[in-house]
């Protein structure tokens, strides 16, 4: 077993027919979300019996990708306090059917507006709190402003203007930027950041919001909570001038909710100071009314250009969620891709790619599940399940759930798709699940996972090789900041020196087999592309040129590669002017290119 707090995957019994669930699971945080259509997208209602409801209001591309989890426990930890609530999809971002280019900002003011109107209906709430993160404050308060009927408002986060918003997103763009991220691919006057590019008619249009046109009525309350770092004292005053109760609610932990989407927790006990600070203002009242019949069997279901999308919640509890895309015209037996989170990321995917590829597949006419992991996205954990799960053996049984909905819709052959370390988890589920016909794993770090590595270090160092990194650590800027007591530079050296001996280990086991100091490593290696191969499981290993993932095929296979002979269904391809997240818009061509000669293949295979 590789992880020290993984768990063995022993088998894989069929689950029970999977379904469109239309009753509450529990979360950890609150009770899970129930997808529904809403508009050309989706909503997702967290169910209470309480008479006030809150219409959530998300940012938008990274702050979105990042605070998506945290927003997914507020709204379970609202509902958990008798607030039902409802997130959804703006038109034209995340599982919009349509494009960014196409929409306005009116059609995210109309969105909030009908989204109040469906919580209503689905839970019978009689008021509506307005809430929002970063950029959704400005959206929400728009919408109040142009006469959408709210009790009140909570802001998370909230940037006083449009304006300020957008240079703010621009800074942070140029400190998660990339080499090969594509950014000179992004139009004068668009605003980009992680790939996530807004229009530059949108972007003039947000820079024109402000928290300004927010103004509380006397019988009305706002609940402020800015990041600690900011003084909210003037606007805390001036949204209370008219006689609103304004409460001033410090957002603790902004900065883990910001620490990137693989690294992102969610501020618990900040969240739960809102909360307690709503049941002060707003009390709920209990109405003891259920929902209409939105939720029902094929109620989650859009129609776009080309494909049919259903968001699903499927596996033991119905605790994963994730959006079936199938092509308009479905053929008797129609291949399926199955695409796998990276870190955490929800199943939009970086730069909305995960959403982009399943439809461009669906015009091939194959179907896709893009899906996220338990305890990630919409996905409720599994019972016992570690807060940190990267690299261990847990993902993977998420996996041979998601394999088991979508052989029991019909679909086949299966075929895996993931990036980094959603193509670990690709390569652990081909390797237990014999249902699994190919795999895409792009940019892979890891072959096998060391137990003695710690996933912090990990991302900070990969496999970078030694010369260069001890080089970067000894730069004279760095040198001159460890002097000052502004930089630690032991962990960077200790991490170099468990390098040496791992690789050290590595070359050792082609010599000394299981005799070397690290050759564990080495023959589990072997023994996961010895299983690959004789299953015929078709696999890409895909690279971006230069990408620290080449380390781990050196390491295994040496220099030349000359290992992977030995395995004829394995394939390798390269991906110039790429960066590791696979940011710019010809990496899907490659992935989607690559995917279909895997799934015909497999086709083929089966005839």
């Not at 002017?577 to 061509?589: F, G, W, Y």
Request: proline share 5%; charged share 20%; aromatic share 6%.
């Amino acid at each position: 077993m590789i992880g020290t707090d993984a768990i063995t995957v022993s088998g894989f019994a069929p689950q029970a027919a999977c379904h469109i669930r239309t009753a509450s699971a529990v979360a950890a945080v609150g009770p899970v979300a129930t997808p529904v259509a809403f508009l050309d997208g989706f909503a997702y209602h967290h169910p209470a019996a309480g008479d006030i409801g809150v219409v959530f209001c998300a940012s938008w591309g990274y702050e979105a990708l990042c605070a998506h989890r945290s927003c997914v426990e507020f709204g379970g930890m609202l509902a958990a306090a008798g607030y039902p609530t409802l997130r959804f999809d703006y038109p034209g971002v995340a599982n919009s059917a349509s494009d960014f280019a196409a929409r306005d900002l009116d059609d995210w003011i109309g969105a909030v507006a009908e989204a109040a109107a469906l919580l209503k209906r689905l839970s019978g709430a009689r008021e509506i709190v307005l809430a929002g993160f970063g950029l959704g404050c400005l959206v929400a308060a728009e919408a109040a402003a142009r006469g959408l009927a709210a009790r009140g408002a909570i802001l998370l986060a909230p940037p006083l203007t449009g304006r300020r918003y957008i240079r703010e997103t621009q800074a942070l763009a140029a400190m998660v930027a990339a080499d090969d991220d594509g950014s000179e691919q992004i139009a004068p006057g668009d605003v980009a950041i992680a790939g996530f590019v807004m229009p530059e008619a949108f972007a003039a249009q947000a820079r024109r919001l402000d928290l300004e046109r927010l103004q509380p009525a006397a019988a009305s309350f706002c609940i402020v909570a800015d990041r600690p770092e900011i003084d909210a004292s003037e606007l805390v005053a001036r949204l209370g001038a008219g006689g609103a109760v304004v409460l001033d609610c410090p957002l603790q932990g902004y900065a883990d909710i910001m620490a990137g989407p693989t690294m992102a927790t969610t501020p618990v006990a900040a969240f739960e100071r809102v909360i307690d600070s709503l049941r002060d203002v707003a009390p709920v009242r209990l109405t003891g009314e259920s929902a209409e019949p939105e939720i029902a069997e094929g109620a989650a279901v859009v129609v776009g250009e080309g494909f049919v999308e259903t968001a699903a919640r499927f596996g033991e509890g119905e605790r994963l969620f994730g959006v079936l895309c199938r092509p308009a015209a479905a053929a008797e037996r129609t291949p399926v891709v199955i695409m796998i989170s990276v870190g955490r990321n929800s199943h939009i995917g970086w730069r909305r790619m995960s959403v982009e590829n399943a439809r461009a597949l669906a015009h091939m006419g194959v179907a896709s599940l893009r899906f996220d992991l338990a305890g990630i996205g919409d996905s409720a954990p599994r019972p016992g399940q570690p807060a940190q799960t990267l690299y261990t053996d847990w993902p993977p049984l998420d996996v041979t759930e998601a394999i088991d909905f979508v052989t029991e819709l019909g679909l086949g052959p299966v075929v895996l798709l993931g990036v980094c370390s959603g193509a670990y988890v690709g390569l652990q589920a081909a390797i237990n699940d014999g249902r699994v016909s190919g795999l895409v794993a792009a940019n892979i770090y890891r072959l096998v996972w060391d137990p003695a590595e710690s996933v912090e270090q990990a991302l900070r160092y990969g496999n970078r090789r030694i010369g260069p990194a001890v080089g970067r650590l000894l730069t004279r800027e760095r040198l001159a900041k460890a002097l000052a007591g502004e930089a630690d530079l032991w962990q960077g050296f200790v991490h170099a020196l468990k390098r040496v001996h791992r690789r050290l280990g590595v070359f050792a086991m082609r010599y000394l087999g299981a005799a070397g100091p690290r050759g564990a490593l080495y023959a589990e290696c072997k023994r996961r592309f010895d299983i690959l191969r004789a299953r015929n499981v078709t696999t890409t290993l895909c690279y971006s040129d230069g990408d620290d993932g080449l380390g781990e095929i050196d390491d295994y296979f040496g220099k030349n590669r000359a290992g992977l002979a030995a395995y004829p269904n394995v394939r390798m391809v390269g991906m110039a002017r790429c960066d590791h997240n696979l940011t710019p818009p010809q990496a899907s061509a490659t992935m989607i290119s690559e995917t279909m000669r895997v799934v015909h293949v497999a086709q083929n295979a089966r005839r």
